[in-house]
Each structure stands twice: as structure tokens, then as C-alpha cells.
């Protein structure tokens, strides 16, 4: 049973991970204007994307700690 909520968390890592790169791609664009570079970026957005990488991660460790652990 512990393997397979192993699995699950690391199949939850990646789509984790998935979402928060696009998250943060999607937060923050730039465009050059007759040489000058202007940026924007959605500072809410970028956080909300930092959070969902950082649940990745840990759903990843836990994971692979369930896989790894004797029953």
C-alpha cells in the first residue's frame, strides 16, 4: 500500500512541477521597443507558481521516501 501512495506522490510531483514552471513562464514577459527592453511581471502569479514547485518537491521527497522505505 505505501508503494503505491508513493507513486502517486511522485506522479503528483510532476504534475506539480508542471504547472508551477508554466506558472512562473506565464508570470513574466518582456518586449523591446526601439531598443529599450521593457518587462512586466505578475508578482502574485510568480509566487503562486514558487509555492506549487516547492509542493512538487516535497511531494517528490515523500514519495520517494514511501518507495524506499522497508514494510
Known amino acids: 500500500m505505501k508503494k503505491i501512495i508513493g507513486i502517486v506522490l511522485i506522479v503528483l510531483a510532476v504534475v506539480l512541477g508542471y504547472m508551477g514552471y508554466n506558472q512562473v513562464a506565464e508570470s513574466t514577459a518582456s518586449a523591446e521597443i526601439l531598443g ?8 502574485g502569479g510568480q509566487m503562486q507558481g514558487y509555492i506549487l514547485l516547492g509542493l512538487g518537491v516535497i511531494s517528490l521527497l515523500s514519495g520517494i521516501y514511501l518507495m524506499g522505505k522497508k514494510d
Open 36 to 43: 529599450v527592453e521593457l518587462t512586466a511581471s505578475d508578482e
